[in-house]
């Protein structure tokens, strides 16, 4: 017994502890992420946004979700029930695996591991399954077509933001995440990157179907795209699940361009503060144009939106891997010289 306390159970105790010390945070910072959005977009438009539900409106989340918990979870007859339910458990469960790798701080990562950038693009990748089995599952021609929309527009701007997170490697060295913050210490890649910054920012977009490129959930043609058919929890797993993917690609853009956890400038009082509020300020400021672009910007043809990612991005993306791979090379600014 005292071998399994020592090998197993006390291990999996602690493992387990940091998985609710990141899961719950981030579940809190999803609820309020929505309530951020829509105070921020009331007051581009001039209006208020939530203001009832509590001081300020701060108890909407709560109420919302409270709703949703509460409502009968209807499953169409004509859909494929097991599909039909385990798809929104899919995009949830994925939403929240990614960040197993993310380090918030110096030493504060679940799985420091060191092809943290592969975990990271493999399982934002296969969040694209829980949407074509909702799409598929769900017996309806609208939702269907959301979910071929969202599987060819996934495929096209993520070919882009591999080049672009190649070029980033090339400047490292490592595929290791903290190696990749540790690298900025000098100068964010924000800087030296500017393109290829803002070709990732664009495709996080795409990636995570926000507006302008929300075509799988374009209400004015597919009703409400692949989740038209569900209702109560399940709708909010595929709620909670795009709002998390936000955070995570939010927090992908910090790690890889903004110097993650590193201070803006190396002075004592920006070094007092931790680590871990700098990158949750971080975060909190490319959500803002997350939302300030859902404000802002109209919404993309199908079209316009295939264009963009394969004969504009992808092109310049490649190109800018070769100028990247050239200028590190013809300086001799390889990260182990």
Not at 21 to 29: D, E, F, K, V, W
Not at 301 to 311: E, I, S
């Amino acid at each position: 017994m005292e071998i399994l306390w020592h090998f197993y159970i006390w291990p999996g105790l602690i493992i387990s502890g940091k998985v609710l010390l990141i899961i719950g945070p981030l579940l809190l910072a999803v609820a309020y992420l929505t309530y951020a959005e829509r105070k921020v977009i009331g007051a581009m438009q001039l209006r208020k946004g939530p203001n009832v539900v509590g001081p300020f409106g701060i108890l909407q989340p709560i109420a919302d979700g409270v709703k949703l918990l509460l409502k009968e979870t209807i499953i169409p007859s004509g859909a494929n029930a097991p599909v039909f339910v385990l798809a929104p458990l899919i995009t949830f469960t994925l939403s929240f695996s990614a960040w197993a790798v993310v380090p918030f701080d110096e030493g504060l990562v679940l799985a420091n591991i060191n092809v943290g950038v592969l975990y990271l693009v493999a399982v934002s990748s296969l969040s694209v399954y829980g949407v074509l089995m909702a799409g598929w599952a769900s017996n309806s021609r609208y939702a269907f077509l959301g979910a071929l929309r969202s599987a060819a527009q996934m495929v096209s701007y993520e070919v882009s933001m591999g080049f672009v997170i190649v070029t980033v490697l090339i400047c490292v060295g490592s595929l290791n995440l903290t190696e990749i913050v540790h690298a900025q210490s000098d100068i964010w890649f924000c800087f030296p990157l500017f393109p290829m910054f803002v070709i990732f920012f664009i495709s996080t977009l795409a990636e995570t179907n926000r507006h302008p490129f929300d075509l799988p959930e374009d209400e004015a043609a597919l009703v409400a795209g692949y989740f038209v058919e569900y209702s109560s929890m399940l709708f909010a797993l595929f709620f909670l699940g795009e709002y998390a993917a936000m955070i995570l690609m939010s927090g992908m853009t910090v790690i890889l361009f903004f110097g993650g956890w590193l201070p803006p400038f190396d002075f004592v009082p920006f070094n007092l503060i931790p680590g871990i509020v700098w990158f949750t300020l971080k975060v909190i400021l490319v959500l803002f144009f997350f939302l300030w672009v859902r404000a802002t910007v109209p919404r993309y043809r199908y079209d316009q939106l295939m264009r963009l990612g394969w004969k504009v991005f992808l092109p310049f993306s490649l190109f800018g891997v070769v100028v990247t791979a050239g200028a590190v090379l013809a300086f001799d600014w390889f990260p182990t010289g």
